[in-house]
């Protein structure tokens, strides 16, 4: 038997149970199961949630809503919220009839309740087990029409009247569930997202279609919830976060280096490191992810202490050690920076290289893109600092503004 990747598995499976007539299927993962279900009630990626009054409206515009979803690729687990009619017995109180025997609802309500769900009046002890005595009706009258309109009802006065006289009693047919949220009544129609496809690409396209081919009457809307909208939250907060940390980041350098130009320099690192990250992106399939975002900011930090590691050391050798000639300062700061710097780059890439390597084994969801972006940025920003870094460096770098003279022979500052 030879061995199935996962997403091979996942189809084979889903063809199996395609063929179970009635049945539900939403394939996941107990935990993803559990932080779907507490995102947006549902255990599925996406749900696609269809508000309004009318139960039997709200179910014909989530059939309208599948089958927009059907058609839109990445799309698996497609399902409508089950709300099957199941026969029922309704008991409509004639309240004139009430007033006139002295009886109120509530009254007659919790005879009903009693008759027929049962009441606890006492416990019975067996040894070291207690048990509830409940008194009821036994099971089959619930079934029997004629026996809950003969159910007989107490008055004040001392007489028994049967149900019927009080009451319109008839069989119907009900849902055997109304889900509501905030107060409204609401069916969804949830899926989840195919392998290596992009949550937020399928999220659009089906709101575009549902957006373009169901009409939605007045006082019915659509929501979306899901995976995608926290993760959306979550990208938000990064980039603020991200924009944040590059400022702080920018701060300190100038508060260490006391100059802009120096600072500006070190700062040049991150983009030098954001080309192997988006190469990295591309490696790992091309969509940019949570851990891809937290693999960028890890990426800038590591990026940003190599660059310090050479720009002080250039700065060191030009103000501490006599290399009053800004080319040698550079040439030489450059040299003897290399090993320390492919040493620490090395130490990061080397752990981060196994992670990177299980990409797409199971568990590595979060793993295998952020170690991916941060191995890749590392190469393409220790490959490029050596040389652009060193190069700018002599050209703008506060030691060759410092080297250089006016027209009248004084240095400039």
């Not at 769900?117 to 619930?142: K, N």
């Not at 983009?271 to 890890?298: D, E, K, M, Y």
């Not at 250039?314 to 006599?322: C, F, K, Q, S, V």
């Amino acid at each position: 038997m030879k061995a199935r990747g996962e997403a091979e598995l996942l189809d084979a499976i889903r063809q199996d149970l395609a063929t179970v007539q009635g049945a539900t299927v939403v394939i996941g993962q107990p935990i993803s199961h559990r932080i779907d279900h507490m995102i947006s009630g549902t255990r599925a990626n996406i749900a696609v949630k269809v508000f309004g009054p009318d139960l039997g409206e709200l179910r014909r515009l989530g059939e309208q809503v599948e089958a927009q979803m059907r058609g839109v690729t990445g799309v698996v687990d497609l399902a409508v919220e089950e709300q099957a009619n199941l026969p029922i017995a309704t008991v409509r109180f004639d309240r004139g009839a009430l007033a006139r025997h002295g009886l109120q609802v509530r009254d007659v309500a919790e005879t009903i309740e009693t008759a027929f769900y049962g009441r606890r009046v006492s416990r019975v002890l067996m040894g070291q087990r207690a048990f509830d005595l409940v008194v009821r009706y036994p099971d089959q009258a619930r079934e029997d029409l004629d026996t809950i309109r003969q159910t007989m009802i107490p008055t004040p006065g001392g007489a028994w009247v049967p149900l019927e006289a009080l009451a319109d009693i008839r069989r119907g047919r009900g849902p055997n569930q109304i889900s509501r949220e905030n107060g409204q009544r609401k069916i969804v129609v949830m899926c989840n997202v195919g392998d290596g496809e992009d949550l937020g690409s399928v999220v659009a396209e089906i709101q575009e279609r549902v957006r373009g081919q169901v009409d939605m009457p007045a006082g019915y809307y659509v929501e979306y919830g899901g995976q995608f909208e926290a993760a959306e939250e979550a990208a938000r907060t990064l980039l603020i976060l991200g924009a944040l940390v590059v400022m702080g980041i920018f701060l300190l350098l100038y508060m260490a280096l006391s100059s802009v130009r120096d600072a500006s320099l070190v700062m040049l690192n991150l983009p030098l490191a954001l080309i192997g990250g988006v190469v990295g992106v591309f490696a790992s399939g091309g969509v940019i992810s949570i851990a891809s975002i937290i693999g960028f900011i890890t990426l800038f930090g590591i990026a940003t202490r190599n660059g310090i590691m050479m720009v002080t050391h250039i700065r060191h050798l030009h103000d501490e050690e006599g290399v009053t000639d800004p080319r040698e300062a550079v040439t030489r700061g450059a040299s003897e920076r290399l090993a320390p710097i492919l040493m620490t780059a090395l130490a990061s890439g080397l752990g981060l290289l196994p992670l990177a390597l299980a990409s797409g084994e199971p568990g590595s969801e979060i793993q295998a893109p952020m170690a991916t972006v941060i191995l890749f940025g590392l190469a393409s920003s220790t490959a490029l600092n050596m040389f652009v870094v060193p190069a700018v460096m002599l050209r703008f770098g506060s030691i060759r503004v410092a080297g250089q003279v006016n027209e009248e022979g004084d240095p400039v500052k």
